[in-house]
């Protein structure tokens, strides 16, 4: 066996099955190369190869317009090798090979791409690095602007989560905001309207800030001017007193990001907007529940509904995150990972898992005193 057919058949071996799922019209020769390339039966390709030299030319042009009309790297990488295997194990039995050079253009091509679009990835990430903050872009810059960051740091100093989840912003990211909402009194334009806060219309800048000088305070708290949020928090009736801290200042945790627990004992923050409804906005649960741990050497959780309720709707978590019934709900750390249960917030918009004894913090020999127990 050639050298230049033994790699390629080390490649099958490596490649393992081929995930894109031919969107065109497949021959029988192609559905059965198809298939003996993914379950890397060498000896049926061998043979294919060989009992159809005259259609294979054809079948190679259609793998590459089909790897063309492909979505996705994945996609149109998998075809592309399904195609350069063809085309060399042509060229190696039949002495033909008018396709290799083609082929790995267009795979260059496509690498060049993902590489690309990986960098335009990894030039945004430092807007959101901070938990909270949000970066708007595809409006924005449709409209000839530079993208909005969001600071959701900013808003709670003086407001409470309720304030506006879920009425009026429901608790996920969406693309449904836009400025004829706003500029109509609606979304962020309750507040923005030069009255309560600035004017959205006024002062594009404050939120359009990516890529100005005014995005350096937003992306890191310890740049921001104090002396603005005091006037800020004055002039709202919140309170912010930062001589009641340590340092007298802004805390943070051991990661960096804001204490909340801790500024909360510094604010008086403001749960619910002007001409919302009243009532579910002050409703607080004050009960504990106590997760057991499945392991002797890590610290049970006492979750206090009080703390979070204090902070939030009941409707925010309730039935979307947790069912209200206790013993009916699973919290892995694997789901919040994923955005589930805890992970709806937590990583996102409240402290990371990674401080693991803001929540594990009651000894597993402690009694559970007057929590609920949740095993």
Not at 80 to 105: K, N, P, V
Not at 213 to 228: N, Q
Not at 296 to 313: A, D, I, L
Request: net charge positive; charged share 25%.
């Amino acid at each position: 066996m050639k050298a230049r057919t033994f790699f390629i058949l080390l490649a099958l071996l490596l490649a393992g099955p081929l995930t894109a799922k031919a969107a065109f019209a497949e021959s029988k020769f192609m559905k059965s190369f198809r298939t003996s390339y993914e379950q890397n039966r060498f000896d049926a390709l061998g043979f294919l190869v060989k009992t159809n030299k005259d259609i294979i030319p054809g079948e190679i042009r259609s793998l590459l317009d089909e790897a063309r009309a492909a979505e996705g790297f994945e996609k149109k990488m998998a075809i592309l090798d399904l195609a350069a295997t063809m085309a060399t194990m042509y060229g190696e039995w039949h002495g033909q090979d008018g396709f290799t050079g083609e082929i790995e253009a267009l795979q260059k091509e496509e690498l060049k791409k993902e590489e690309e679009r990986k960098a335009e990835l990894e030039k945004w990430k430092k807007y959101e690095a901070l938990p909270g903050n949000i970066l708007m872009r595809v409006k924005a810059e449709a409209a000839g602007m530079a993208p909005v960051i969001f600071p959701h740091w900013v808003h709670r100093i003086n407001f409470e989560c309720k304030a506006c989840h879920p009425a009026p912003f429901e608790m996920k990211k969406t693309g449904s905001i836009g400025m004829t909402e706003i500029f109509g009194g609606g979304l962020c334009g309750k507040c923005h309207n030069g009255t309560t806060a600035f004017s959205a219309a006024a002062d594009c800048e404050r939120c359009h800030s990516v890529g100005t000088p005014g995005e350096a305070h937003l992306l890191d708290p310890r740049k921001a001017d104090i002396s603005k949020l005091r006037e800020t928090s004055e002039r709202l009736g919140t309170g912010l007193n930062l001589d009641l801290l340590p340092g007298k200042a802004l805390p943070y945790d051991r990661f960096g990001n804001i204490d909340w627990g801790l500024l909360g004992k510094a604010r008086k923050p403001i749960r619910s907007l002007e001409g919302a409804p009243a009532g579910k906005a002050d409703e607080t649960r004050d009960n504990e529940i106590l997760f057991e741990s499945p392991m002797p050497y890590v610290n049970n959780v006492v979750f206090s509904h009080k703390t979070h309720s204090e902070r939030v709707v009941c409707s925010s978590c309730h039935q979307a995150f947790f069912k209200d019934q206790l013993g009916a709900n699973i919290a892995s750390m694997k789901d919040m990972a994923e955005g589930a249960s805890c992970g709806a917030c937590h990583q996102k918009v409240a402290f990371k898992f990674a401080d693991c004894n803001r929540c594990h913090s009651k000894p597993v020999a402690e009694d559970a005193g007057g929590a609920l127990k949740r095993k």
